[in-house]
């Protein structure tokens, strides 16, 4: 994906719109790889499911030198809120390069050309190519109270609770009652086709 902005001294503003299209909280880290270029409004963010925001973008032609080497590039890291990642949050946010591949949303390239057509507003769907699907590091509680530690868990079974004395299997053959008086039907109109000239035996 590309961003593009006219080549002009003047600063362009433009407004960068990201989505959640996820039914998770999201943490987003935004980082420019020249804030001399591309400066951003803010660079951490949150969004809820199904939920968005915007911020602006400053992108300053007049400052991209002559001997700047590679492309002014927004990239964009994205990672869940979980119970369990709750204390990994403000250290990911601080740390600069802590992020990983997993956790890549989105990487555009502002390039400054009249070529094409500049918008003024950007939309960015996240979660992105980022995953949402973080490890537990340690054991957790599964409730807390009387309620699950993740509202998620909630509408989740992982079995079905039974017991011994509970009939969990139906009976082909033959019920209680008649055990001994009669033969099994499935196994009868099996022994029909396979054996058609066999007389069966009742015991």
Not at 7 to 33: A, C, M
Not at 49 to 54: I, K, M, N, T, V
Not at 103 to 109: G, S
């Amino acid at each position: 994906m590309s961003i593009y902005v006219p080549p002009i001294s003047e600063p362009q503003i433009r407004r960068l719109y990201f989505r959640n299209l996820s039914q998770t909280d999201v943490v987003v880290k935004l980082v420019s790889t020249k804030p001399h270029v591309l400066e951003l409004a803010r660079n951490r963010l949150r969004l809820e499911p199904d939920s968005y925001l915007f911020i602006e973008a400053k992108f300053s032609y007049a400052n991209l030198g002559i001997c700047d080497v590679g492309a002014t590039k927004l990239i964009g890291y994205a990672m869940p809120v979980y119970t369990h990642t709750l204390p990994a949050i403000s250290k990911w946010f601080d740390t600069d390069g802590s992020e990983t591949n997993k956790q890549l949303a989105f990487e555009m390239q502002v390039i400054f050309s009249n070529s094409v057509f500049s918008a003024r507003d950007i939309i960015i769907d996240l979660p992105g190519t980022a995953c949402l699907v973080d490890s537990v590091p340690r054991s957790i509680p599964s409730l807390n109270g009387n309620s699950p530690v993740d509202e998620v868990d909630a509408d989740t079974k992982t079995a079905v609770t039974f017991t011994m004395n509970r009939d969990i299997v139906c009976n082909l053959c033959n019920t209680e009652e008649r055990k001994g008086s009669q033969q099994c039907e499935l196994l009868s109109s099996i022994q029909d086709q396979a054996f058609p000239r066999i007389r069966r035996l009742r015991i």
